[in-house]
């Protein structure tokens, strides 16, 4: 099992900046890939963000792809999703989640879950 706990939702304003953590513990955190996901209001739980285990291979979705990082400190078990250029339309509850072997942006390929954190982007 892994567990995962994410941390540095909030509320910003337009054009500003926040940086999410997920703690891993558990299972070897260095051999997972893992994914950052969203879910708005109504709207379906999307991919944002993935790495593998080394963080040397990432993807993005379009919609985030050269404002969002993702990276990895597995010596703190911890992976990151820095965000930048918030827009109105980045509010959702942001999710973490792990998977054994490959990165992957289907979410339906992610065995483990956190509870969210939830980010507010203001006009």
């Known amino acids: 099992q892994v567990q995962l706990v994410e941390s540095g939702g909030g509320l910003v304003q337009a054009g500003g900046s926040l940086r999410l953590s997920c703690a891993a513990s558990?299972?070897?955190?260095?051999?997972?890939?893992m994914g950052w996901f969203r879910q708005a209001p109504g709207k379906e739980r999307e991919f944002v963000a993935t790495?593998?285990?080394?963080?040397?291979?990432?993807a993005y979705a379009d919609s985030v792809k050269g404002r969002f990082t993702i990276s990895r400190d597995n010596a703190k078990n911890t992976v990151y999703l820095q965000m930048t250029t918030l827009k109105p339309e980045d509010t959702a509850v942001y999710y973490c989640?792990?998977?054994?072997?490959?990165?992957?942006?289907?979410?339906?390929?992610?065995?483990?879950w956190g509870q969210g954190t939830q980010v507010t982007v203001s006009s």
């Open positions: 989640a792990a998977r054994e072997r490959n990165i992957a942006q289907d979410i339906r390929y992610y065995d483990y």
């Open positions: 558990g299972r070897t955190f260095s051999r997972f890939a």
């Open positions: 790495i593998n285990w080394t963080g040397y291979s990432t």
